[in-house]
Every structure is written in structure tokens, then in C-alpha cells.
């Protein structure tokens, strides 16, 4: 391969690159690396980690293999890609699972030295593929990583393990050679993360100079890369993954309604993380409860909102089925709360580390009796901010337990954000009663029909609420029929008027009539967005719109919808928001589904609208 | 509806909604109310600083009748509704009426967390052994083998004891009472009411609808030789005289009934310093206490035990007057970690 190499790197608008090995392997921070040098150098990036439930499957395993695929581009971008143009496999395992992923005439680089007859064995692969020609259709660098590793850790003086365990760092260097990019912030990050291992940072250290030296002096010129940057509103930006959006446009909320914030939460993937980060900023006013359980924590983030704070939790499929009649219980006692679903496959515990939008329905119609409230739904990681702050807009506006749902794929997922001046976002107006001339707790705003929101320790205002029926006009017990059909009639209203105050639906590609629109929600948005931009530049009349409020929807939005001949809506389930726009519209809605805890990839969504358009014809 | 307080004068009055009272007529729930209603003017605590929470059931129908701010919530789930209200709000004096299906059953997860964390809330367990508002099944208390509604051939269940309960998940304060003992249940609450940290109490209730008289043995008038009283450096002594006591046996680690001036069972005659007298600071008596079966020895009542240690929404507290001392910007948050510059 020597004699090809050309004296300067080839230029590309964009590439995919996946990181595959197993899950102890560091997948996940190489990933992380790579993705800030790439966001360093002005590339629009979008990211997707894949990795396996368990924390550390038995080594070699199939079933332990973590991925982490990351698209950069010198082009607007909306998703991490489909399939890779360079595939980084650690051990046959990660060859074996992802080399399907890999585009014919994609780079693979392979850590050779993981290819002994035990993880070959273990991956089953009869014979080591390295060795015969069933890669031949891809170009192959097999390197014996762990050999090199070891030899140039060895002035470090870490043990043998560590060693082994640096491996990703050299494969991290060889990548930054590859793709032209700058060390120093790797080796910055090398020095604050091992202040307290100094050894270790310097073989780490030493494990990602060698890696990136090796590029060079094995003459690996020819598959050197330069990707520009990408053309980007002028700005700060930073990488953001969707679960720090959540919790950072929550911290916002806390910060513009001028209310201390309280969150329930009980551990659960991928939920997890929006505990965690929240957890950090007392400094914000921000208590964290972990509560004993799902129904503790929604419990506690009520009692909270009932003294005056704003009630949070955060959960994610089975924890979302636990806080049910509690949901119930802040809808008829109409006290704000926001509830984050970071949808994970399901039913059950299902697939908790894989993606899917199969909530939809539970969050718009999921409980006892007739118990309307808003859901609204993030599109991408960064966008979790707005809709975090949305959603605390929304539910002390109307007093309302309102769901946000985001996913897996954005929570974990990560792009570029230009960073908003704080001092331009709105402020969220929060005003307690006080007046006690004419009070009962059911007492209501006129235009928004929310009920007053009076606090334990507000003089003279003494009242109790609770999940029994209301009378309208004294809050006090009623079994009253006609009462009840008052009560349900405005708590659905009250909702219905959330409308009032959202945006209007907009278009996201393509003219706002036509032939075909593609309706999407949630984590979609990036692939049909992308889809629909180069089946347009194919000459195809086709248009997207992406509903960020699904409960109320906006009100333009059926209108909008009846101005095409043909409506397609894909999603990570069975057809939900199919479900909700043929009902709620009359529209005979095609649906198009995947169930497979993974995004749709553009190319799939390509097909679908050409054969729709086809159908059409 | 809203009603002229003096917050130097604090009276019965002052605790009472003008909503009518529907527990059944003679449930012990109405002794529980007026005793609570007349002991709460004493905490010279505003009702406007009080929150009453409760679960489901018919203890849990308690703060519609205290004119203080109320919560009735869900079933089995007040403790967690009472720690987010602590939390959110320190200031305010918490208290909880639960029962023991609320508490024990369904709740029990709950009333065990908030117990060992030590929140600074107050909680009433109406123990009536069965379930009321669903029209008398048996209850996480009921003795084996009743037979109910549910159970026609007899309930397999074994029982909990709700003080032994609390004592098992570390509370920091337990005690108990019988709804009809006013005397002792004023006493309970005043004590309860200056706890800091999570005060549990047991009241035997009476439910004279679906189990009546599961307590005479010894909540009447004519029982009070069946009740010991504990005061904190008192001798465990009870019954009509007076005489009979409770004595430490060290070689069962046991306790054992014993009178003064009589042989015990080596045939040695009582001293009245035999008798142990009552320590609230003993864990470990506290727990002896609370699991004596009633027949074989009396019924323990009052302050079983009290200790002082940081309750969980004072140390989250802290934490948060601490951090909040460095006021956090969300402007350096957002731009904390790795940025660029777009020209």
C-alpha cells in the first residue's frame, strides 16, 4: 500500500466514522474524544452511542459489543449517517456485529491483535476473516493495536491491564492523524481526568502519541482525510447530548420563573443521567430526591409543587407506567409538574439501552378516567432544552402536569449547539395567591382557566385538595353528576387552550402544500429531515413538518395537512401519532414503521417516499 | 369561609372546617379528630403554617377536617407527598394521618423510607386492624386466621406490628396511644409536635362497623390494669395497685412481668428495684417494648422511644443554603466545558 500515497490528504464534505469494541474497551469515551476534536475543527456533527444493557458483558461476547458512530461534515447535518465510511472494530466480536454497518469500499481498521483463537471462538467465526478473503470488498488495516499499545506505554510504568486498557487512546491517535486533527485538547482532558492516577494519564498519554505517530511512519497517507469546516452561524457553540439539554433548559426554567425546582427521580436507564446532572446545581436552586421508588418520586415532586416549587421527574418506560395514578392525581388536583419520558423500547423492561417512540399514546391518553394533559416532544438533543423550558412554561401557565418526551437516541445522542444568550430567553411569570376575598382553590383564571395556585403558608388562604371529585364553584368534596361533567368538561378545556399559546406548525423542508408531506415527531426528525432534503434534490415533490406539540396539537396543524394530497408518518412504533391524526383529523394518514430499538436510517426513509410518491403517480 | 385567628390565642375552634365529619357514628377516627384538635392550639403554630397529608382509607379522610392547609393524595404514597412538601417548604410543620392498609400495606414501602431517612413530619397510624372504606377485608394487622369478607376460611396472613415496624426501619421517635385515651394521646402529640425528625405513632382505633372490639381487652374503662404507661426514668410498673412491673431477665435478654413483694418464679421476692425503669434514649428497650404480645403483658403506651439526629430535609437544606452561598449563572453554565467560536 505504500507506493499509492499521495503527498497531500484528500478533501471530503463529510464522513461516517464507528468506534466498535467491547463494552470495557472505552468505546464510548473514544467516541466522546473524537466527537469534541471534530466539533474543535467546525464540523457539523450529529453522534449515536449503541451500547449493550449490560454493564460489562463477559468479555469477546457479541452481546457485549458497544458501538459509538459519529457523522462530521463540512454540510448541514441531522443525523449520525447510515452507513460507515470508516468502521474502527476492536475484537472479532465488533468486526462480527458491525462490519454489515460498513459501506462496500469502506476503510476498517482492526485491532489484530484481538484476533486470537479464543475471541474468534467466541465471536463464532470458524476462521480468523483477517486471514481469508471475505473482506476483500472493504480496504483493511489490521494492526496489532494491543502490541503497540503495550510497547509504548511501557516507560509509564503501568501495569500490564492498564496497559491493555490504553489501547483505545492509541486508536484515538491513529484516528486524529487520519483525520488531521489537534491532540492538545485529548491530552489536556488525559491531564485533568488523571490527576490523581498521574501514571496511568501518561500512558494514556503516550498510548494516543504513538497512535498518531504510527499513522505516519506506516505511510498510511492515502487514507488521510480533510473534511472543512462547516458553514454555521456566527456564535458559541459546545456538543450537546440530549439528557444535559433536558436538565440544563431545566436549571433554565428554574432560573427565568424565578422558583426553586424539585425533582423525584429513582434510577433507570437512560433517565439516569437527567438525576444526575440536576443533582449538581443546588447553586440554582435545584433539590434532588432519590426516592425509593417511580411512585416516591413523582409523589415527592408533587408534595413539592403543592408547597409552591416546581415539581420535577424524569423517567423512562416502566417507571412511566409506575407514576401513572399519581399523574392522575396532579391532573384533578391541577398542580403543575413536568414529567421527562426518555422513551426506551418496550413493552416491559424491553430494550432499556435502545431507542424507541412507542409512549406516545400512554402520554396522551394512559390513565383512570377522562385526564387530559399537554404532552409536547423534543426533536433533537439540543432542541430538549427549549422543550424542557416549554414544558415548565406550560404547567404552571395552566397548572398542569405536563409529559415532555424525548428518547434514547437523543438523550444520548449529540450535535452541535449555538450557545443562546441567556439574557434573550423569555421569562416564565410564576404568581402565587394571596388574596383571600373570594378565594377557594378552585377559583380560575379566565383566559387560561388555570386554577389559583396558593401556598401552604400563605396567610388565610387554608384549604385542602385532594383526588376526589371537586365542586366547581368551592373546590370542596362533590359527588355531584352534573358537577362532574362540569369539572371534566373544563379540565379538558384548560388543556385545549394550551393551544392558545404554542407556536403554530411550521415547515421544516419543502413548501407548505403539495403533493406529499412527511409528518414526523420526535428523535425522527433529523433522518426525515434528511431524507426529504435529497429526495427533493432529486426533483421529488415532497415536503416535511415535524410536530413538536402533540397534545394540544397547534392549531393550524389539520389544516395544514389537508392542503397535501398524501400524508406519511414514520415512526419508531406500531403507527401512534398515526393513531391520534387519523382520529383527531379524518385524515387518511399512511403510516411507516420500525420497531427495532434503532433510528431510521435515511436511505429507508428514501425508499418510503418514493414509493409513496410512486403509489401516488 | 376564611375565619379571624389570634395566633397568641389559639383554639379548638380554630382547627375545626366547617365540613361535616362522615365517619360512621361511634368510629373511634372522632375521639382521634377532637383529641388533635384540641391538643394542636398548644404547638402555637399558626394553621396556616400546617399541612395534614394523608394517603386513602378513612383516617385518610382527617384533613378535611383540620382547618390547616391539606393534601389528600393517593393510596399508600403520603410520605413521599409529606417529603416533597418538607423539602419545598421546612418551615411548615407537616403532620400525616394514615392508617394501617394506608400505611402498612400498600404504603409500606414508603412509611419505611421516610422512617429511616427522618424527615421532619408526624404521623398518626390509625390501627383499627381492617380494611374500613373497602367494607372490611383484613389488614396487614389483623390477627391470623380472621375471617372477613376476603378471608371466609380464616386469613393465613401473619400480622405486623406497626410500632415494631417502625422501630425495624430505624425511626427516630415512636410511640403510641388508643384513640379514646385523651388524656395520654394529648400527651403523644405534644411530644410528637417537638420532636425534630420523623414522629411515628400508633393509635389503637376502634372500628365499630367491621371489627368492633378489637381492642377491649384493653382500650375500655375497665382495662386500665392492661396498660403500662412509660415515662422516660420512670419504673415500667402498671396494673391496679400499681405493683406489677416489668423486670430485665439477662439470661433471655427478655423482659418478664413481676410484683413487687411477691416471689417470682425462683421464688426470690420482688424489690421494687427490680423493676426496670423506662429509658427513651434505649434503642434497644424501645424495640422490647414495642414487641411484647398483649395477654401474657400488658399494652405499652406513650413514648416508646426518641432520639435526636439530622433529619433529611435539614441536611438537604443545608446542602442547598451552602451551595446557594456561590450563586449559580446559567450563563457559565452553558458555556462551561469544551466551546468554539463560529466568526
Keep these: 500500500m505504500a507506493n499509492l500515497a499521495p503527498s497531500s490528504p484528500q478533501r471530503l464534505s463529510g464522513a461516517v466514522v464507528r468506534f466498535a469494541g467491547d463494552s470495557g474497551d472505552g468505546m464510548q469515551l473514544t467516541g466522546s474524544q473524537f466527537t469534541t476534536a471534530a466539533a474543535l475543527a467546525g464540523n457539523d456533527l450529529a453522534t449515536f452511542p449503541d451500547f449493550p444493557a449490560e454493564i460489562r458483558a463477559p468479555q469477546g461476547t457479541t452481546y457485549g459489543v458497544s458501538g459509538f458512530q459519529i457523522h462530521f461534515s463540512s454540510e448541514d447535518i441531522f443525523t449520525p449517517g447510515d452507513a460507515a465510511d470508516v468502521l474502527v472494530a476492536m475484537n472479532p466480536a465488533a468486526l462480527k456485529t458491525n462490519l454489515k454497518d460498513l459501506k462496500r469500499g469502506g476503510l476498517l481498521i482492526v485491532n489484530s491483535g484481538a484476533f486470537t483463537a479464543a475471541n474468534l471462538k467466541k465471536a463464532n467465526y470458524a476462521a480468523n476473516p483477517l486471514e481469508e478473503d471475505s473482506l476483500s470488498a472493504y480496504q483493511v488495516v489490521a494492526i496489532d493495536i494491543t502490541k503497540h499499545t503495550q510497547q509504548a506505554v511501557q516507560s509509564a510504568g503501568v501495569s500490564n491491564k492498564e496497559a491493555n486498557r490504553a489501547k483505545n487512546f492509541w486508536t484515538l491517535g491513529l484516528m486524529y492523524w487520519l483525520y488531521g486533527r489537534d491532540l492538545t485538547p485529548t491530552l489536556d482532558w488525559i491531564q485533568s481526568k488523571f490527576t490523581k492516577e498521574p501514571e496511568i494519564g501518561e500512558g494514556n498519554k503516550l498510548a494516543l502519541k504513538a497512535g498518531h505517530a504510527y499513522g505516519e511512519t506506516a505511510e498510511l497517507s492515502h487514507f488521510r482525510y480533510e473534511v472543512p469546516k462547516a458553514v454555521a452561524e456566527p456564535g458559541l457553540y459546545r456538543n450537546i447530548g440530549g439528557n444535559q439539554a433536558t436538565a440544563w433548559g431545566l436549571v433554565a ?28 446545581h443546588k447553586a440554582f436552586g435545584i433539590t434532588t430526591i432519590q426516592a425509593e ?29 409506575l407514576k401513572t395514578e399519581a399523574i392522575g392525581l396532579a391532573i384533578t388536583t391541577e398542580l403543575p409538574l413536568v414529567i421527562v419520558n426518555i422513551q426506551r423500547g418496550g413493552p416491559s423492561t424491553g430494550l432499556p439501552t435502545k431507542t424507541e417512540q412507542a409512549d406516545l399514546l400512554q402520554a396522551v391518553y394512559g390513565r383512570n378516567g377522562e385526564s387530559p394533559l399537554p404532552v409536547i416532544a423534543a426533536q433533537s438533543p439540543a432542541n430538549c432544552f427549549d422543550m424542557a423550558i416549554e414544558a415548565v412554561r406550560i404547567a404552571v401557565t395552566y397548572m398542569t402536569p405536563v409529559i415532555l418526551l424525548t428518547d434514547g437516541y437523543m438523550a444520548n445522542g449529540t450535535e452541535p449547539w449555538k450557545i443562546p444568550d441567556v439574557s434573550s430567553l423569555p421569562k416564565i411569570e410564576v404568581k402565587f395567591h394571596t388574596e383571600p376575598e373570594g378565594f377557594h382553590p378552585f377559583v380560575r383564571n379566565d383566559e387560561t382557566l388555570a386554577r389559583a395556585w396558593a401556598i401552604p403558608g400563605t396567610p388565610g388562604l387554608r384549604h385542602r385538595i385532594g383526588g376526589l371529585e371537586k365542586d366547581y364553584a368551592s373546590g370542596h368534596i362533590s359527588y355531584d353528576p352534573k358537577n362532574h361533567e362540569k369539572m371534566s368538561l373544563t379540565r379538558a378545556e384548560k388543556v385545549a387552550r394550551v393551544a392558545d399559546s404554542i407556536p403554530s406548525q411550521t415547515m421544516t423542508e419543502g413548501p407548505d402544500s403539495g403533493k406529499l408531506l412527511v409528518l414526523g415527531w420526535g428523535s425522527t426528525y433529523g433522518a426525515i429531515r434528511e431524507a426529504v432534503r435529497k429526495a427533493r434534490a432529486d426533483g421529488l415533490e415532497v415536503s416535511h413538518a415535524h410536530v413538536r406539540y402533540l397534545n394540544p396539537f397547534p392549531k393550524n396543524l389539520g389544516e395544514l395537512l389537508r392542503r397535501f394530497e398524501r400524508v406519511l408518518i414514520p415512526e419508531l412504533n406500531l403507527g401512534q ?40 403517480s | 369561609m376564611t375565619k379571624l385567628i389570634d395566633p397568641q390565642h389559639l383554639t379548638k375552634k380554630d382547627f375545626e372546617t366547617d365540613q361535616d365529619v362522615r365517619w360512621c357514628p361511634g368510629c373511634g377516627d372522632y375521639s382521634i379528630l377532637a383529641n388533635v384538635q384540641k391538643t394542636m392550639p398548644e404547638f402555637g403554630i399558626h394553621p396556616d403554617n400546617i399541612v395534614w397529608v394523608s394517603g386513602i382509607g378513612c383516617s385518610s379522610r382527617f384533613p378535611y377536617y383540620m382547618d390547616t392547609y391539606g393534601f389528600h393524595t393517593i393510596h399508600g404514597r403520603a410520605p413521599a407527598f409529606a417529603t416533597g412538601i418538607k423539602v419545598a417548604n421546612p418551615a411548615l410543620s407537616v403532620w400525616l394521618a394514615t392508617g394501617d392498609g394506608d400505611g402498612l400495606s400498600i404504603g409500606g414501602n414508603h412509611l419505611l423510607h421516610v422512617l429511616r431517612r427522618n424527615v421532619d413530619i408526624k404521623i398518626l397510624m390509625f390501627n383499627n386492624r381492617i380494611y374500613g372504606l373497602t367494607k372490611g377485608q383484613y389488614s396487614p394487622t389483623s390477627e391470623t386466621g380472621k375471617v372477613t369478607k376476603s378471608t371466609p376460611f380464616g386469613s393465613a396472613d401473619q400480622p405486623v406490628d406497626p410500632a415494631g415496624f417502625a422501630f425495624g426501619a430505624n425511626a427516630s421517635f415512636v410511640s403510641r396511644s388508643i384513640d379514646t385515651d385523651a388524656k395520654n394521646t394529648a400527651e403523644v402529640l405534644r411530644r410528637m409536635a417537638k420532636h425534630v425528625g420523623t414522629a411515628f405513632c400508633e393509635i389503637y382505633q376502634n372500628c365499630n362497623v367491621f371489627n368492633d372490639g378489637a381492642f377491649d381487652a384493653f382500650r375500655g374503662k375497665s382495662a386500665k390494669d392492661q396498660q403500662l404507661h412509660v415515662r422516660h426514668g420512670e419504673p415500667l410498673l402498671f396494673g391496679e395497685s400499681g405493683q406489677k412491673g416489668l423486670r430485665l431477665n439477662t439470661r433471655t435478654l427478655g423482659l418478664e412481668v413481676v410484683e413487687i413483694g411477691s416471689p417470682d418464679a425462683s421464688g426470690r421476692i420482688v424489690e421494687a428495684s427490680d423493676i426496670l425503669p423506662h429509658d427513651e434514649t434505649n434503642r434497644a428497650l424501645g424495640s422490647l417494648l414495642a414487641s411484647l404480645p398483649f395477654g401474657p403483658f400488658p399494652v405499652v403506651l406513650g413514648v416508646l422511644f426518641a432520639e435526636l439526629r439530622p433529619t433529611y430535609d435539614g441536611t438537604l437544606h443545608t446542602q442547598g443554603l451552602e451551595a446557594n452561598s456561590k450563586k449559580g449563572s446559567l450563563d457559565k453554565l452553558l458555556r462551561s466545558g469544551t466551546t468554539w467560536r463560529v466568526e
Design chain 1, 253 to 280: 426554567a428554574a432560573e427565568l420563573s424565578g422558583r426553586p425546582m424539585t425533582m423525584g427521580a429513582y434510577p433507570i436507564t437512560p433517565a439516569s443521567d437527567v438525576l444526575h446532572e440536576l443533582s449538581r
Design chain 1, 293 to 321: 421508588d417511580e411512585i416516591a418520586a413523582i409523589c415527592a415532586a408533587i408534595g413539592a409543587s403543592f408547597a409552591g416549587n416546581l415539581g420535577v421527574t424524569a423517567t423512562s418506560g416502566p417507571g412511566m407506567a
Design chain 1, 577 to 616: 401519532l398515526s393513531v391520534l391524526i387519523r382520529s383527531r383529523f379524518l385524515i387518511d394518514a399512511k403510516s411507516v414503521n420500525k420497531i427495532q430499538g434503532q433510528p431510521f436510517h435515511t436511505d429507508e426513509l428514501g425508499e418510503h417516499i418514493r414509493s409513496a410518491l410512486g403509489e401516488m
